[in-house]
């Protein structure tokens, strides 16, 4: 299997911050990269597909890169609903694989 | 509007035997593929397999912690998914999510998902 890491594991930051959250492939995915945001006691949802494609009605200030075995989330202007768990998730092999996360608390 | 909605979760013994259901709306189901993934008590999202379209087979994955115990099928004209998990163990013990997988220029990724079903299995 693909293996996903994420780092870092939690982070802390305050509303207005840049914050760039990483995902490492244990191989090349080329841009098979998907980016998810959860909340707690509540579903996944789909920020980011194909490694920086926006999907239709995520607020612009989250943007994602990378390709190959390195991927970046990046969010431009921290805002308070964005305090969360975040995924990266591959969906290059046949068995799909997440990172571990990393969740995003107020500093 | 887009719906999916898990249902059939609940207490099971180790060993026993569980069918959760995923009743789909708003969209073409039979076209859609399906995936379930899982989330245990405070851990991240784990993928247990996924169902294609008719037209692209009908054919199963699973990840390797559920391959031979666990079942999933899909009923066109209910619009419902199912999961079936036998010879359940206390490891099997999440949140169980029904979710689409939405496929772009041949990238896939899981744009809508259900809210989900608790399945926990203990003595």
């Known amino acids: 299997d693909i293996q996903m890491t994420q780092s870092p594991s939690s982070l802390s930051a305050s509303v207005g911050d840049r914050v760039t959250i990483t995902c490492r492939a244990s191989q090349s995915i080329s841009s098979y990269l998907n980016w998810y945001q959860q909340k707690p006691g509540k579903a996944p949802k789909l920020l980011i597909y194909a490694a920086s494609s926006l999907q239709s009605g995520v607020p612009s200030r989250f943007s994602g890169s990378g390709s190959g075995t390195d991927f970046t989330l990046t969010i431009s202007s921290l805002q308070p609903e964005d305090f969360a768990t975040y995924y990266c998730q591959q969906s290059y092999s046949t068995f799909i694989t997440f990172g571990q996360g990393t969740r995003l608390e107020i500093k | 509007e887009v719906q999916l909605v898990e249902s059939g979760g609940g207490l099971v013994k180790p060993g026993g035997s569980l069918r959760l259901s995923c009743a789909a709306s708003g969209f073409t189901f039979s076209n859609a593929w399906m995936s379930w993934v899982r989330q245990a008590p405070g851990k991240g999202l784990e993928w247990v397999g996924r169902?294609?379209?008719?037209?692209?087979?009908?054919?199963?994955d699973y990840a390797a912690p559920v391959k031979g115990r666990f079942t999933i099928s899909r009923d066109g004209s209910k619009n419902t998914l199912y999961l079936q998990m036998n010879s359940l163990k206390t490891e099997d013990t999440a949140v169980y999510y029904c979710t689409t997988e939405a496929t772009m220029m041949n990238y896939y990724y899981m744009d809508v998902w259900g809210k989900g079903t608790t399945v926990t299995v203990s003595s």
């Open positions: 169902i294609k379209s008719k037209t692209d087979g009908g054919t199963t």
